[in-house]
């Protein structure tokens, strides 16, 4: 089957992806965008497995404020290398992340910093990466991070987070 170069355009410019990445995801999906998109989702998702373990000492910290300036939020999101940190896709990610918090007020980055007490917290609601991404509300906080992994080539993580809210 033959893969033309507007799908492979096409395909890059939704995902990120690299060319030879969309080229294959196309050819296993037989043309069919969607599933290509989905295939390269899962590899992200892979891609992202294999790197969890990396150090990650780089990064930036991103703010929010709110129109009105009554709620705010800071986030450290941390990678593997200043260059990564200085990219346009992760900055977007780290101004997406600070815009979550404000928004969502998560209490917890993930289900690990939940006490072990606390067992009536719903995680979904608690903890930033099980949330669903107040721009697309089918993907979690934790798929938009993957998917970025995935994009870098580095490890992404994110290390803390306050929400500032007048009257709080």
Do not use: W
């Not at 995801?25 to 891609?47: F, T």
């Amino acid at each position: 089957m033959e893969i033309s170069v507007e799908s492979i355009k096409a395909l890059r410019a939704q995902t990120g992806a690299g060319i030879m990445d969309c080229k294959h995801a196309l050819e296993e999906a037989n043309n069919d965008v969607d599933r290509a998109v989905d295939i390269l989702r899962q590899q992200g998702i892979a891609a992202a497995s294999k790197k969890a373990y990396r150090s990650v000492n780089q990064g930036l910290v991103e703010s929010y404020i709110h129109s009105g300036g009554r709620i705010g939020a800071l986030v450290e999101v941390n990678c593997e290398t200043d260059f990564v940190a200085r990219t346009p896709e992760f900055r977007e990610l780290a101004h997406d992340l600070a815009m979550q918090v404000a928004a969502m007020s998560p209490i917890y980055v993930d289900d690990d910093d939940v006490p072990d007490d606390r067992a009536e917290v719903n995680p979904q609601e608690a903890c930033l990466m099980q949330q669903p991404f107040i721009k697309d509300p089918t993907r979690t906080i934790e798929d938009v991070v993957n998917e970025t992994i995935g994009k870098l080539g580095e490890n992404v993580r994110v290390r803390k987070f306050t929400r500032f809210s007048l009257g709080e």
